[in-house]
């Protein structure tokens, strides 16, 4: 089916480690993005990316890294996890900026202890 | 700092009714306005999208008021239903989206 599926679903994980989470489009949609998700603030825009090797930094990129090379996959890695990283993160993708994010994954919810 | 305001936080409405949800910008810059609908679980999904050159966008029971002057932007469900029950978020677009903090909408039986 298609459509954009983030794996996983749930992880608790202890500060200071690496984790990464992952984001599959089926679409071949050009552009992808990383959203987090806490009360009160909506959503905010991590990293995004236009194609293949070309990302760009969000709203609230510290402490996150991003790669794309391959259109279909756009993985965020939080490389020493704090606990002001616990959240939701949603995945989306677009085929051009002109109408934002259109499809969103059904999030990872993260928790960091 | 919020960039797009959204209230209520919360909203109940009798079924049948109409429920109404506000956002207000300052950037003059937001070129392009959506409102999305979150169920519990999942992720946002686009509904509505207006652009600051018309007034008005409807569509099915659902309809975007545009106020240019005042930076204004307001969704509209009519016939409100259970099934409308969920979380709506507005958003405003330059080079990025910012989203409203949201509103937990419950449409009672």
């Known amino acids: 089916d298609a459509g954009i599926t983030q794996s996983p679903r749930y992880k608790i994980t202890e500060t200071g480690r690496q984790v990464t989470l992952m984001c599959h489009q089926t679409?071949?949609?050009?552009?992808m993005f990383w959203y987090r998700q806490d009360l009160g603030h909506g959503l905010r825009l991590i990293y995004y990316?236009?194609?293949?090797?070309?990302?760009d930094k969000g709203e609230v990129p510290d402490g996150y890294v991003v790669s794309r090379s391959k259109t279909e996959n756009f993985p965020l890695t939080l490389e020493s996890a704090t606990r002001s990283q616990t959240s939701v993160y949603f995945c989306?993708?677009?085929?051009?900026?002109?109408?934002?994010?259109?499809?969103f994954g059904d999030g990872t919810r993260l928790s960091i202890l | 700092q919020q960039q797009v305001k959204q209230s209520p936080q919360s909203l109940i409405v009798q079924k049948g009714g109409i429920s109404i949800i506000n956002c207000a910008y300052e950037n003059t810059a937001f070129d392009y306005f959506p409102w999305y609908q979150q169920f519990p679980g999942k992720g946002p999904a686009l509904l509505i999208a207006?652009?600051?050159?018309?007034s008005e966008k409807k569509e099915g029971r659902f309809t975007i008021s545009f106020n240019k002057s005042a930076k204004q932007f307001s969704l509209h469900i009519m016939d409100s239903q259970p099934g409308d029950s969920a979380t709506y978020f507005c958003a405003a677009r330059t080079n990025d989206m910012r989203f409203g903090a949201g509103t937990r909408l419950t449409v009672k039986p």
């Open positions: 207006i652009r600051p050159d018309v």
């Open positions: 679409w071949s949609h050009s552009y």
């Open positions: 990316s236009a194609a293949a090797d070309i990302t």
């Open positions: 989306a993708s677009s085929p051009g900026t002109g109408a934002g994010p259109q499809h």
